[in-house]
Structures are given as C-alpha cells and as structure tokens.
C-alpha cells in the first residue's frame, strides 16, 4: 500500500466516520468487495470523490476489483485511531450529562466513559449505566488513577472554562465539548466541538431557502 499522506484535509477526515459507518454495514451484510461506483451510489458521493478521499490514505482500491470491504473498514477504523483506547470523564452530569453517560456507542468508538463529576452534592453517589457521579474534588485524583485522557464538558457555559483549565492542568489533552462556547486552552490541546443547536441552524436554513425557491416559482 502506498504512504499515507500527512496534509489530509479535515473534510476528508469528517468524511471518514460515514465511509466507517457503511462499510460496517456492508461487512454485517455479508458484501465482501465493493466498486467505487457502488459505494460512491450508496453514500450519495461520486465515485471519483471516493477514490480521491481514499487516495489520501493510500489508496485501498484495486483496478477491476473495487475495495475489499473488510480490509477497508478495518484500515478506515485503524486512521480513525478506533482501535485504540481512550479514558474518558464527563464534566457536568445534568441532563445532558447524563444523556450522554447513556449513549452506548463509547466503546465502538475506542472509547470508555470511566466517571463523571458534578458540583451539586444531590447528584454525588448517583449511578448511570454503573457509571457513578463523583464530587468535582475528587477529580484530579480520579484522572491519575483512572489513566483519563479526555474530558466531556457538559456544565453550563460560564463554567466551562473554569472546567476546561481544570482539566488541562491536569494535563487533559483532549476535550469533547457541548457547552455553547469557544475554549481558550493550551496549543496541544485538541477540543472538538458539538453543538445541536448550530446543525439545527442549518436545518434552519435549508428549509429557508427551499421556501423561498417554491415561493419564486
Ligand atoms: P443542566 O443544568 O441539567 O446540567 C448542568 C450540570 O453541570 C449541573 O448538574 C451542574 O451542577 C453542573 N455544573 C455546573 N458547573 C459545574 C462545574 N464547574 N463543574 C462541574 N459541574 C458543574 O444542563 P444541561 O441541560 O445538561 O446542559 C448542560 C450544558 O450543555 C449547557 O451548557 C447546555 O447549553 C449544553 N447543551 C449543549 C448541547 C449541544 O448540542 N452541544 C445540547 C444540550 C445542552
């Protein structure tokens, strides 16, 4: 296989979790090799955008026979870096807190949701999917312990960042963020956003501008 490239595009690489996500299918559906054509179909991409996205990574596909399905999620899976195992915490165990302590894809995503904390005593000592809400003082001694890596934020936005320094001093260098504000935190941070609000804001949009072409008509 040729050499993966450095530079890849962060649209490429948002594009991956889709490839991921039906080449898993694909594979549960007992396909075993797969045209860019096809796949290209399936996905709603061309198959020349297919190709040039896989190039990226070293082009799995060979002339007349497509992909092998299996050996392209697995390489997909090993660039994503889902093999691998990552300790998380969540920050803030609210509502979404604990909907998000309830979400049972962690694992399939190479990661595994180890604690949460909170600042509100009523909440200390409850237990989601036996994942158990600790109070925020017990957090430094917590990350050490449980070897954490990442850090789920979901308290309201004015502590986010307070929480943010929290975790980064604990030398926390990566953040999953769902408070609704932009962190200032150290350069070798990484922090990924995810804000509903911002893809309904789209929907928004779209469904604007729709209405607007049937109203031109
Ligand atoms: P919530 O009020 O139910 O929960 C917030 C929790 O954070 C509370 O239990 C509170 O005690 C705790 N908390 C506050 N300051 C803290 C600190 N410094 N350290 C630890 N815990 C702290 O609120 P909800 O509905 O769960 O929302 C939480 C956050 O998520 C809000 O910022 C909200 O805007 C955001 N949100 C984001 C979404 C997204 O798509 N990104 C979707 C829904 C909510």
């Known amino acids: 296989m040729e050499k993966m490239r450095s530079n890849i595009s962060m649209a490429v690489i948002r594009r991956l979790p889709k490839y991921y996500r039906y080449l898993n299918d694909l594979v549960e559906k007992g396909v075993t090799r797969i045209s860019s054509m096809e796949f290209g179909r399936i996905l709603g991409f061309t198959a020349s955008q297919i190709r040039q996205d896989l190039n990226c990574f070293g082009g799995f596909g060979q002339q007349g026979y497509g992909y092998n399905v299996e050996e392209l999620r ?3 899976a090993n660039i994503l870096g889902l093999n691998k195992t990552n300790n998380a915490i969540i920050v803030g165990a609210g509502n ?21 904390f909170d600042i509100n005593p009523r909440l200390v000592g409850i237990s989601i999917r036996d994942i158990k809400i600790m109070d925020i003082d017990e957090m430094s001694e917590f990350i050490k312990k449980a070897d954490i890596n990442v850090g ?31 962190l200032d935190v150290p ?5 990924e956003n995810v804000h509903l609000s911002e893809s309904l804001m789209v929907l928004a949009y779209l469904m604007n501008q729709r209405e607007n072409a049937e109203d031109n008509k």
């Open 74 to 76: 697995d390489e997909i």
């Open 96 to 116: 979404l807190g604990q909907a998000i302590a309830n979400y049972s894809g962690f694992r399939g995503s190479g990661f595994i949701l180890k604690g949460m």
């Open 152 to 182: 789920i934020i979901c308290t309201p936005k004015e502590g986010a960042q307070e929480v943010a320094d929290r975790l980064t001093g604990e030398r926390i260098k990566a953040i999953w963020n769902f408070a609704p504000t932009d």
């Open 187 to 191: 350069e070798d941070v990484i922090v």
